[in-house]
């Protein structure tokens, strides 16, 4: 939380210089939309368990750069309800006889907790994470414990982290509770969350993001679609309402099934999803000669690569609408689209963080070749 201190409003002025510094060279950049409650908002909440110097068990977020524990008690940004649930937790552990995991010596059992919450649904997902499969003969009565302090978890998870990592969560998941997964509705679809599967962590202005991307994209419900760097497939499962047919690609399988998984349930039959790199995929749609009217784009923070932007030329849909959690990389990105056959139309930043340095920016980008009113 690097803008601790600093009030809601200045925050939102310097990430729109910040933005503005780095894009106004493309166009206009529209103000910043900022939340009306900039508090409280982060849907999941990550502690790690360790101990302090008297041996007392904390919970908290590591020191930066280190994996030195800072004892985090409440923090504004975090949901209330799941940071109480990691505070019961924390009080439980003597009486359960469950030590907490020492890095350094490879001793002890829990390493963090992880809990999730559908704000739409309630639904409440808590996730243990422990060092060794080999469970203590009182979890049953734990997570019994647990829900009588918190009927509102509705399934717990216990997860296998057993290497020297600095990942949050191992392979092995374990349902204790529950179905496994929590379920949320974004924009009137419902989408279902498994421990280790992305999700925005800020709903309510996911819904604004999505909402202008959509607003941006203007479909019609003739058009094809790729929804790249899908995650589950939530933005192509909105788009599909308006499309003719969606194509998602994802690198991640467990993503793609929950992206197969949130279609079905949302008895959607227009999306399809595909593992894969999305720059592959799109060089594959360019090589068969495919026409696609609209591409939705949202990578990582590292951007897109050439060979994405390439064959994305190739391929020269009417409109790119692109999502991205990093103006630089967007900024360096829209450089390249820019020289051939793009023109940038808007540019939308989206406060999805407050309290952090972090700005999200949609934008809209048109061909000029196809562009209507071109003869
Ligand atoms: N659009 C989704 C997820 C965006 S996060 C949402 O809003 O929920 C970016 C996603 O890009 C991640 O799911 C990550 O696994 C995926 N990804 C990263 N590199 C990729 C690549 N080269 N090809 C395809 N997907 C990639």
């Given at each position: ?6 009030s809601y409003?200045?925050?939102?002025r310097?990430?729109?210089?910040i933005?503005?510094?780095?894009l106004?060279?493309?166009?206009k ?18 502690a790690?368990?360790?101990r ?20 985090v ?8 309800k799941?940071?109480?649930?990691i505070?019961?937790?924390?009080g ?5 006889k469950?030590?907490?995991y ?7 059992l829990?390493r963090h907790?992880?809990?999730r919450?559908?704000f739409?649904?309630g ?11 080999i469970?203590p003969?009182?979890?049953n ?7 009588k ?12 982290n057993?290497?020297?990592?600095s ?13 496994g997964?929590i ?9 279902r ?7 925005q962590?800020n ?6 993001l999505?909402?202008k991307?959509?607003?941006?994209a ?11 760097y899908?995650?589950?497939?939530t ?6 309402g308006n499309?003719r047919d ?12 929950d ?8 008895k959607?039959?227009?999306?399809r ?10 060089e ?5 000669g ?9 990578p990582p923070?590292s ?11 190739t391929?020269s849909?009417?409109?790119i609408v ?23 139309k808007?540019?939308q930043?989206?406060?999805?963080f ?10 809209l ?11």
């Amino acid at each position: 939380c690097r803008y601790q201190g600093v009030s809601y409003q200045e925050q939102l002025r310097r990430k729109q210089r910040i933005t503005e510094g780095l894009l106004k060279k493309f166009g206009k950049v529209e103000p910043i939309i900022g939340m009306e409650d900039p508090y409280y908002y982060r849907n999941k909440v990550h502690a790690a368990f360790g101990r302090d110097r008297k041996g007392n068990v904390i919970s908290g977020i590591y020191e930066e750069k280190s994996h030195r524990i800072v004892s985090v008690d409440d923090c504004m940004i975090e949901d209330k309800k799941s940071q109480e649930i990691i505070r019961t937790i924390r009080g439980m552990l003597k009486s359960f006889k469950i030590k907490t995991y020492d890095e350094d010596t490879g001793y002890g059992l829990l390493r963090h907790v992880l809990v999730r919450r559908g704000f739409t649904t309630g639904q409440v997902m808590v996730v243990l994470v422990l060092a060794s499969p080999i469970l203590p003969s009182s979890k049953n009565n734990f997570v019994k414990a647990l829900r009588k302090e918190h009927p509102e978890i509705t399934t717990v998870v216990l997860n296998v982290n057993d290497r020297q990592t600095s990942m949050v969560l191992g392979d092995r998941n374990i349902v204790l509770y529950g179905p496994g997964f929590i379920k949320d509705r974004l924009m009137g679809l419902t989408f279902r969350i498994s421990p280790s599967s992305f999700y925005q962590v800020n709903p309510v202005q996911t819904e604004v993001l999505y909402g202008k991307a959509m607003e941006f994209a203007a479909m019609t419900g003739k058009e094809r679609v790729i929804d790249a760097y899908c995650g589950t497939g939530t933005i192509g499962i909105i788009a599909s309402g308006n499309a003719r047919d969606v194509i998602g690609v994802e690198l991640n399988r467990d993503a793609i099934r929950d992206a197969r998984m949130n279609a079905r349930e949302n008895k959607i039959r227009n999306v399809r999803f595909v593992p894969g790199d999305a720059g592959w995929f799109m060089e594959g749609m360019a090589a068969e000669g495919e026409k696609v009217e609209v591409v939705l784009m949202d990578p990582p923070r590292s951007g897109s690569d050439r060979k994405f932007l390439h064959s994305l030329l190739t391929l020269s849909p009417e409109k790119i609408v692109y999502v991205s959690c990093n103006p630089e990389t967007l900024a360096r990105d829209l450089a390249c689209l820019t020289k051939r056959d793009y023109l940038v139309k808007k540019m939308q930043p989206v406060d999805m963080f407050p309290l952090t340095d972090s700005v999200e920016v949609v934008c809209l980008l048109e061909n000029r070749r196809t562009r209507p009113g071109r003869a």
